[in-house]
């Protein structure tokens, strides 16, 4: 079972920058597909973002697209989410995700590890 390990997060102001990084455990590697989550309390957990590693493709959803950035380093073995130009309506909590499919898929059930969540709070 490979548990993703998240870092990053935090409070900040509106059009302010973080960035989320995502690793897993131990000796495991990075499944081929890993991905973005957000989840507001009460509200179903929403798709970011996701990267397929084979062909190097990635997707977003419209809410963050052109300021929001996956991107991975095979050989420090991390998944990062840039995120620019932060909105208050980008307030949730971030989940990372993967699968061992090299497909990408905006469904959160067809992903199988999961990391712990970072809150991300913006402020107006």
């Known amino acids: 079972q490979v548990q993703l390990v998240q870092s990053g997060g935090g409070s900040v102001q509106a059009g302010d920058s973080l960035r989320l990084s995502c690793a897993p455990s131990?000796?495991?590697?990075?499944?081929?597909?890993t991905a973005w989550f957000r989840q507001v309390p009460g509200q179903e957990r929403e798709f970011v973002a996701a990267l397929a590693w084979g062909g190097d493709v990635s997707d977003y959803a419209d809410s963050v697209k052109g300021r929001f950035a996956i991107s991975g380093d095979r050989s420090e073995n991390t998944i990062y989410l840039d995120m620019r130009m932060l909105r208050p309506e980008d307030t949730a909590v971030y989940y990372c995700?993967?699968?061992?499919?090299?497909?990408?898929?905006?469904?959160?059930?067809?992903?199988?590890?999961w990391g712990q969540g970072t809150q991300v709070t913006v402020s107006s």
């Open positions: 131990g000796r495991s590697a990075l499944a081929l597909t």
């Open positions: 995700a993967s699968r061992t499919s090299l497909y990408i898929a905006r469904a959160d059930s067809v992903y199988e590890f």
